[in-house]
T-cell receptor, first 109, second 112 residues
Framework: QKEVEQNSGPLSVPEGAIASLNCTYS??????FFWYRQYSGKSPELIMS????GDKEDGRFTAQLNKASQYVSLLIRDSQPSDSATYLC?????????FGKGTSLLVTP | EAQVTQNPRYLITVTGKKLTVTCSQN?????MSWYRQDPGLGLRQIYY???????DKGDVPEGYKVSRKEKRNFPLILESPSPNQTSLYFC???????????FGPGTRLTVL
């Protein structure tokens, strides 16, 4: 079974702080990694994709990938209350995306 | 506007009454997929389709059927729904299997 693990949280950070979300995966041959944001009752929305080791930055978001450690993370700088949501890590497993169960993030004003 | 649409958005039905949830995308994507999302279990893939007339089982296919007769449409069929199929269902599409998937708005199904 190809697993994607995330801490369920909730992760609580104050407004303006950096939120750090982590994800580990079991399938060593995975090549594509994604972070989705999901507000309660809504559909997942893609916010970042990363395919190579290292960092990828997009605005306030930075994705980090370490294939040797089978670890991918998402940093959210200058966190805003509107960032409060569940963040899903997804890993390509060949013919499907395997999703973690998500980390709930709460940004407090 | 590029989008994935699903209908209906909400459905309450009874055990055994066949139903179909439609999914349509206007992005000319080859890959389409159905997921269900349940509290504590996350998103689980039901079926996927690599292209027209090409479908395969995901992790939880029991009790579901799909078809892909046109590139844009990928309906999910529950021939005899049961209460354990009460869930939030999402359709998704992407240009290829490894690319970013775009999700529809979801269908909340309740089977009594």
């Amino acid at each position: 079974q190809k697993e994607v693990e995330q801490n369920s949280g909730p992760l609580s950070v104050p407004e303006g702080a950096i939120a750090s979300l982590n994800c580990t995966y079991s399938d060593r041959v995975s090549q594509s990694f994604f972070w989705y944001r999901q507000y309660s009752g809504k559909s997942p929305e893609l916010i970042m994709s990363i395919y190579s080791n290292g960092d990828k930055e997009d605005g306030r978001f930075t994705a980090q990938l370490n294939k040797a450690s089978q670890y991918v993370s998402l940093l959210i700088r200058d966190s805003q209350p509107s960032d409060s949501a569940t963040y899903l890590c997804a890993v390509d497993s060949g013919y499907a995306l395997n999703f973690g169960k998500g980390t709930s993030l709460l940004v407090t004003p | 506007e590029a989008q994935v649409t699903q209908n209906p958005r909400y459905l309450i039905t009874v055990t055994g009454k066949k139903l179909t949830v439609t999914c349509s995308q206007n992005m000319n994507h080859e890959y389409m997929s159905w997921y269900r999302q349940d509290p504590g279990l996350g998103l689980r893939q039901i079926y996927y389709s690599m292209n027209v007339e090409v479908t395969d089982k995901g992790d939880v296919p029991e009790g579901y059927k799909v078809s892909r007769k046109e590139k844009r449409n990928f309906p999910l069929i529950l021939e005899s729904p049961s209460p354990n199929q009460t869930s939030l269902y999402f359709c998704a599409s992407s240009s290829t299997r490894v690319n970013e998937q775009f999700f529809g708005p979801g269908t909340r199904l309740t089977v009594l």
